[in-house]
């Protein structure tokens, strides 16, 4: 099956500055997704993209989606201490009737240090 | 409060050793999925259901088996674990027909196969 390409891997930062990771794909997504995951949970949604070139902000994070619609970026300012987990893009075809399928990227590992 | 619950949420077994996941939720929802999550490979699609009585593949499904027999419950069927099946195991479920954020993921299972 087909993964997205996010980069970078891991980001270790201090508390305060911005962050910023991206997703690519060989292929057209209808839907972008970025999801948040901390230790023993599963993924928290976090922004939903729906439109190509859309920008969706949620309180410090902004995301878009490409205008290709074949990639999507997301956006941290001011990080802190809890914004640490792993940060995943994911991308949905969304075809009427079929797979609600989420093809996810292979995440971003966030250190934010105090 | 809407809810994905996942039994167990640990499980050490040996190989061959038939085993079943249960995944359950209580928002009457038609779509659900299962997910495995690997270091460096993100969440990969095991299986999913459009309905009661309706699965089909994802992207990895060897080795697995689901059931649909009642909509907001989804077993994950082991009937002979193996090694490469040691994984940290993810439920899903969404409403059909409405945007993807409300798609919600359970708090994972991790197995090991001895």
């Known amino acids: 099956g087909q993964q997205l390409n996010q980069s970078p891997q891991s980001m270790f930062i201090q508390e305060g500055e911005d962050v910023s990771m991206n997703c690519t794909s060989s292929?057209?997504?209808?839907?972008w997704l970025w999801y948040k995951q901390e230790p023993g949970e599963g993924p928290v949604l976090l922004i939903a993209?729906?439109?190509?070139?859309e920008l969706t902000s949620n309180g410090r994070l902004t995301a878009q989606f490409g205008i290709t619609r074949k990639d999507s970026f997301l956006n941290i300012s001011a990080s802190i201490p809890s914004d640490v987990g792993i940060y995943f893009c994911?991308?949905?075809?969304?075809?009427?009737?079929?797979?609600?399928?989420?093809?996810f990227g292979k995440g971003t590992l966030l250190t934010v240090n105090p | 409060e809407a809810q994905v619950t996942q039994n167990p949420r640990y499980l050490i077994t040996v190989t061959g050793k038939k085993l079943t996941v249960t995944c359950s939720q209580n928002?009457?929802?038609?779509?659900m999925s299962w997910y495995r999550q690997d270091p460096g490979l993100g969440l990969r699609q095991i299986y999913y259901?459009?309905?009661?009585?309706?699965?089909d593949k994802g992207d990895v499904p060897e080795g697995y088996k689901v059931s649909r027999k009642e909509k907001r419950n989804f077993p994950l069927i082991l009937e002979s674990p193996s090694p490469n099946q040691t994984s940290l195991y993810f439920c899903?479920?969404?409403?059909?027909?409405?945007?993807?954020?409300?798609?919600?993921f359970g708090p994972g299972t991790r197995l090991t196969v001895l």
């Open positions: 899903a479920s969404t409403e059909l027909g409405v945007s993807t954020d409300t798609q919600y």
């Open positions: 292929s057209i997504f209808n839907t």
């Open positions: 993209l729906y439109k190509a070139g």
């Open positions: 994911a991308g949905q075809k969304n075809s009427g009737g079929s797979n609600y399928k989420l093809t």
């Open positions: 928002m009457n929802h038609e779509y």
């Open positions: 259901s459009m309905n009661v009585e309706v699965t």
